[in-house]
């Protein structure tokens, strides 16, 4: 109870009511789960505009996590036919996911236009649910852009084909549906702000696959893997799956932040697409991102997860997209699935209530018949 | 880069957040061109045409860097009144012979003067050749030919003669600036248009791109890789960006060059210290039977010892190399164990090694970190060449294809291999990976960096350290005592490593080895500290000149891991670049001729008049006490005869060379020439393809008909092989890892919509590809990131092949080879394949199995009327004549 009367406090009175601003809205988890003073909420910034789609973040959580191949299942092995992703989608298996995006040069006018958009008068990454009191223009960065500028002819028209790269992730929400609904308690909000599944506390209800927004979570398929075919007459060597049946998502390499090292994505992306750090930090870095971007007449780019006032309070891995969300299959708006539950629980009153006055009236009706 | 080198493709994108403009020039979309400011897709095979043409435009428009290139280059030499061009002969340089196919070179020599004294002339640097019977060597090919190119080492090749000839006026036509302007003067705006499919205005936002980025303050950068390599003139294409790079000043300054990008961890290091047939260590080239019998011959045809630089130090480095093989046996009465190296008798690259298997001439062969059933062109030839072997050794970390073509390569569902048929011998041997053993990595910059062991390695394996070693050992046991002059050699080298607590070579007693050592006087046993050190009097080792410094004080400089290097700018606290820990080469150049930076922006090197000696933030590339203004005397000859503006030091005349008069097989200036197997007629000269390439005209080799010869049509389409970022070359260290298997399970073609529309491809459906050699079947994918290009009126659809997959074998993902489609033509200076561009069909739907595969390939033979001649004869005059033809009509025949 100590949050909800700090959440009071912090609120007083007029404000929105404690419960209300713990289900939705901006807030700090970590103080929200009872953590106490002293942490700080970590997260990842992913620019996209220098990811060079190597995949080598998806590599690396697999090795670090021993999330299992695909190759193994019966829908592994088959290329896709979708640009260069042949991953598909996040889930239990695949932490990270690199989309690859193929586009005529109509698709970056309209991704221009609707970026400068976005940006006037703020630029905030969720094209609604705008705070409407933050003026958030991007402005020139503070050094300029040193050598752009020097040479004399600029590149003219657009080009023939764009194709669009990014690594995808949890999002480590503000308000995780996930967390939200585990009925066994396995999903926790760590120290760091982070949501991670405890996988031996888990019953692999599901009730989280269906809660999250983003599509992130998944069930790990129970079985078998094959780690070396049989030949020459030798079986083949076998293993149980790591964490079969049962939730599984980035941890944001919990294992390694406890130790003060970098999540395995972010150590490894050669180009600096993936940041870590101090999700302040992040979220600062985007915005002087954006504007140096938007200086350089690319206003086609905008942020994702920067706005703490949308459907999830803001989300821990905070993006920067060259185009619009859904382009790269993430949901334009997306909403926690408990975000409506006062409103919900309000409406389930009154018709609580309302009915409770039907059957009443019905008794009462019941007497005069009688 | 961003596709083949993600890693090193860090620093494009921190250039690129700090201004920098990146331009890609490929004929596909990668990776790289996702991040480029601008794409130019080019036609495949016509890179001349385009840097041919950015030289033309920097000339005319007189935008070159004055000061630079007459101090700099040879642009003021003149050249010999014989020398006959390209312009005049239409597409033939003076000198062709159309017996031998082959240049001879002589007319393109350097004019002579004829006031100089008579110590100043060396006779006859180098040129036993020109004398020596002209022998052929097993491949059909002139030993005269082969020998030139496979003989000469990373400086230029010795000159004719030392009395060159200038005019600092550029008055007289016949100086090399001049020649050029000629040469390149063909090569417009319009000719790139119509040759390589680029836009007028895409050809200007190049150009002036360049230009403008280059000067005084600024500096451009060409990185290349096996795009410009693997093709018949590939050593050609790299030459022209040279030409334009010294033309605008681009050499040896910061942010300048022409980058070598290496496609594995120690591909420098593995031709520093070669795994080449035709290099000893530190380009030192291999003697050659008949004109290398003794020593100071083989010196003598290295370099002249009165030319300019430091290959007249040959001597040295030769002597020294063979004391650290041979030791105390290694002395001045048998010319230091010379003998003892075995002679050339002609090339030997991979290719003739295969054909000659198949003649069975080839009795054991040792497969080491390849994959050549898979990742060699023509990789059917190199798998049938397998099967005549007597033995076979495949050291690899997996059971690669090349280990396990007898029992489940493509050729025994066919039908063309059958198991029980197959003698070789394979014996597979399990490797240490980079993990478990200790060396160096010399990377792309030259840069040897160590690595240490984490683990030992399991069970067999080992590092190919330990397994020569040992294998060593073994050979010398069991020739122990022979009295055959031939097993001295073995028996006599320097084979005494200390083992570590495992029983191990010490890799650090190998480093060095290389490194070399003081072997007699006071200072006996120190390690050297540079090349200049080295004598050839037998009083100094070295294993590998150029690396001589490595080791330097007795430190392991490849091993300095100071986090970003330290302060200095060029970071020289981490690992250690050869030479001398030079970062940028000839980096006198990044000075002007009075020896002050060209500019604040682009300091590197100076003159320090107080000092009297060369400073700056790099180790100067240079005499360090030759002033500026040094004029060398005309009787000097070695690193004394470097002027002060003479930065190239290991060019025979201390130039940058903008017209190379030896050196070159197929030319002294690169011309425009097309593929072995292209759909368009040479639009810049009469002949169609290199004159000079290397052919083999052999019954399982047949190439295409080009331009619109009988039969071109049935092989209508271009493909280029590459490889993606998921998987690594032929598969060995990724085709065998889940994790990187399932990123990219299929092999797949790249097509665009056009194409797809053309052929009735479905994107995720299945093709079937042909080419004059194979059949083989890939996934579709069609994406705009493939365009057709317009070239010379016609429209070409080029098809991407990524070449990583392989049948057989027990990788956890297989596809047919790309490479099994490609033909052998090779560069003719280098033996490169030409493997990024050649002709095929493709067709929707899966290939046929078994016998009908071949049914197929046969019929497609038969229908184009393909014979051992069709595109092999050289040089090739096509009909009808040049000039453009309707796109629809050449579409509407595909």
């Known amino acids: ?370 | 880069m961003a596709e083949c080198h993600p890693v090193g493709f860090q620093w494009v994108t921190e250039a690129k957040l700090r201004g920098a403009r990146v331009i890609h020039v490929d004929p596909r979309f990668t990776r790289t061109t996702a991040q480029a400011d601008r794409h130019i897709p080019i036609r495949v095979g016509s890179d001349i045409a385009l840097l041919g043409a950015l030289i033309n435009h920097v000339l005319s428009n007189e935008l070159w860097f004055k000061d630079y290139v007459l101090h700099y280059t040879n642009a003021t030499t003149v050249v010999s009144d014989d020398f006959v061009d390209t312009e005049e002969l239409d597409g033939l340089f003076s000198g062709w012979n159309d017996e031998t196919r082959s240049y001879d070179m002589s007319s393109w020599a350097y004019a002579e003067r004829d006031d100089l004294p008579e110590e100043a002339v060396d006779g006859d640097s180098g040129d036993d050749e020109v004398d020596a019977p002209d022998p052929v060597d097993e491949s059909g090919h002139l030993m005269s030919e082969t020998s030139r190119a496979d003989t000469q080492g990373s400086g230029g090749p010795p000159l004719e003669h030392a009395r060159i000839k200038k005019d600092p006026t550029l008055q007289n036509p016949r100086c090399v600036l001049n020649i050029l302007r000629r040469h390149y003067a063909r090569y417009t705006p319009e000719m790139v248009e119509r040759v390589c499919g680029i836009s007028q205005e895409d050809f200007a936002y190049l150009a002036d791109s360049i230009v403008q980025n280059s000067g005084r303050d600024r500096t451009t950068a060409f990185c290349y890789a096996v795009g410009w390599t693997q093709h018949s003139d590939g050593a050609q294409m790299i030459r022209t960006s040279t030409i334009l790079q010294l033309l605008m000043g681009n050499i040896g300054r910061p942010g300048s060059g022409v980058m070598a990008l290496r496609g594995h961890a120690s591909i420098q290091g593995s031709t520093d210290i070669p795994t080449l047939y035709n290099l000893l260590p530190g380009y030192l080239p291999m003697p050659l039977a008949g004109s290398s019998d003794t020593l100071a011959q083989y010196v003598d045809n290295i370099a002249s010892t009165k030319q300019k630089g430091y290959w007249a130090n040959a001597d040295t480095y030769a002597v020294s190399l063979l004391k650290a093989w041979w030791g105390e046996k290694a002395t001045a009465e048998n010319d230091w164990g010379f003998a003892y190296i075995p002679r050339l008798t002609g090339a030997h690259g991979t290719y003739q090694t295969v054909m000659a298997m198949l003649e069975d001439k080839v009795a054991g062969y040792f497969v080491l970190g390849q994959n050549p059933a898979v990742g060699s062109a023509h990789s059917r030839m190199q798998r049938r060449g397998l099967a005549h072997l007597k033995w076979l050794v495949v050291r690899d970390l997996q059971m690669i294809e090349t280990a396990s073509f007898w029992k489940d390569s493509p050729e025994i569902e066919t039908g063309e291999l059958r198991t029980e048929d197959i003698a070789t011998e394979v014996f597979f041997l399990p490797a240490a990976n980079h993990a478990e053993k200790s060396g160096t990595f010399t990377q792309t910059q030259r840069l040897l960096q160590w690595r240490h062991k984490a683990v030992s390695p399991p069970g067999d394996c080992m590092s190919e350290l330990q397994f020569f070693y040992l294998l060593g050992q073994k050979i010398r046991e069991r020739l122990a005592g022979s009295p055959l002059e031939r097993d001295q050699g073995l028996l006599d080298l320097t084979w005494d490593y200390p083992l570590d607590e495992e029983g191990e070579v010490d890799p650090e007693a190998v480093l060095k080895e290389i490194n070399g050592y003081q072997l007699t006087g006071p200072k006996a046993g120190r390690l050297l500290s540079s090349y200049t050190e080295m004598k050839a009097d037998g009083s100094t080792s070295g294993g590998c000149w150029i690396y001589t410094g490595v080791y330097a004080d007795g430190i392991n400089m490849s091993a300095r891991r100071t986090p970003h290097g330290g302060d200095q700018p060029l970071e020289h606290e981490w690992g250690w670049a050869w030479p001398a820990d030079r970062r940028i080469l000839y980096n006198r150049a990044s000075a002007d001729p009075d020896g002050k930076p060209w500019s604040e922006r682009k300091k590197l090197v100076w003159w320090d008049e107080d000092a009297k000696r060369w400073t700056g933030d790099d180790v100067p590339d240079f005499p360090v006490g030759t002033r500026p203004d040094y004029v060398a005397p005309d009787t000097a000859g070695g690193p004394e005869a470097l002027s002060g503006t003479d930065p190239f030091i290991m060019q025979a005349d201390g130039l940058g060379w903008l017209y190379a008069p030896r050196g070159m097989v197929d030319g002294p200036m690169p011309t425009h020439y097309e593929p072995a197997e292209s759909p368009v007629v040479n639009p810049v000269y009469g002949v169609q393809a290199s004159p000079t390439r290397k052919t083999f005209r052999r019954q399982d080799n047949l190439f295409a008909a080009s331009g619109n010869e009988p039969g071109a049509e049935v092989f209508p389409f271009v493909f280029t092989t590459y490889r993606l970022t998921e998987h690594h070359t032929a598969g060995g260290m990724s085709r065998w890892l889940p994790y990187l298997s399932e990123l990219q399970p299929e092999m797949f073609c790249e097509v665009s919509p056009e194409l797809a529309n053309l052929r009735g491809l479905e994107n995720g459906g299945w093709a079937t590809l042909v080419s004059p050699r194979a059949v083989i079947e890939a996934r579709v994918l069609v994406t705009p990131r493939m365009r057709p290009l317009v070239a010379d009126g016609r429209t070409v659809h080029q098809i991407g092949l990524p070449y990583h997959w392989a049948v057989g074998g027990r990788a956890i993902v297989t596809g047919d080879s790309a490479n099994d489609l490609l033909g052998v033509v090779l560069d003719p200076n280098v033996n490169i394949q030409e493997a990024k561009a050649a002709a095929c069909d493709i067709r929707p739907g899966r290939r046929p199995q078994g016998a009908a595969r071949l049914e197929m390939l046969a019929e497609y033979q038969g229908r184009a009327g393909l014979t051992v001649e069709t595109s092999q004869e050289a040089p090739e005059r096509l009909e009808p004549a040049r000039g453009p033809q309707p796109a629809e009509q050449v579409e509407e025949e595909a």
Not at chain 1, 35 to 45: A, I, M, S, T, Y
Not at chain 1, 255 to 272: H, I, S, W, Y
Request: hydrophobic fraction near 35%.
């Open chain 1, 1 to 370: 109870m100590i949050n909800v009367l700090e959440a009071i406090r912090q609120w007083g009175p007029g404000s929105r009511t404690w419960w209300q601003n713990q289900l939705s809205g901006a807030t700090d988890p970590i103080t929200d789960a009872g953590w106490g003073e002293g942490h700080v909420r970590k997260g990842f910034f992913t620019d996209t505009s220098i990811c060079i789609g190597c995949k080598a973040c998806e590599v690396a959580c697999k090795e670090w996590n021993r999330v299992p191949a695909r190759t193994a299942s019966e829908h592994g092995g088959q290329m896709l036919g979708s640009s260069y992703d042949n991953t598909g989608h996040l889930g239990a298996d695949t932490w990270r996911h690199v989309a690859f995006i193929e586009q005529a040069p109509d698709q970056l006018v309209r991704a221009r236009e609707s970026g400068a958009a976005l940006s006037k008068p703020v630029s905030l990454g969720m094209p609604t649910r705008r705070r409407a009191d933050e003026q958030d223009a991007p402005s020139p960065p503070a050094g300029g852009v040193p050598h752009a500028s020097m040479l004399a002819t600029e590149p003219v028209g657009l080009p023939a084909v764009r194709w669009l790269m990014s690594s995808d992730v949890c999002k480590h929400c503000t308000h995780a549906g996930c967390l939200d609904v585990c009925p066994t308690g396995a999903l926790f909000r760590t120290e760091f702000g982070t949501v991670v599944v405890q996988a031996d506390v888990c019953n692999g209800c599901g009730y989280c696959v269906a809660s999250c927004p983003f599509g992130v979570i998944g069930r790990r398929e129970d079985g078998i893997v094959e780690l070396a075919p049989a030949h020459d007459g030798k079986e083949a060597v076998t293993a149980k799956v790591l964490n079969g049946g049962v939730a599984q998502k980035c941890t944001l390499c919990y294992d390694r932040l406890v130790d003060g090292m970098t999540p395995a994505c972010a150590q490894t992306c050669p180009t600096t697409s993936i940041k870590f750090g101090d999700h302040s930090d992040m979220v600062a870095k985007a915005r002087e991102r954006l504007a140096e971007l938007h200086a350089q007449g690319h206003t086609e780019a905008r942020l994702y997860g920067a706005n703490p006032d949308d459907g999830v309070g803001g989300t821990g891995s905070v993006f920067l997209l060259m185009d619009d969300p859904e382009v790269y299959g993430l949901p334009p708006d997306p909403v926690v699935t408990t975000h409506d539950l006062p409103k919900m629980f309000t409406m389930a009153g009154i018709a609580g209530t309302a009915m409770l006055g039907v059957v009443l009236s019905m008794f009462v009706g019941h007497g005069r018949m009688q």
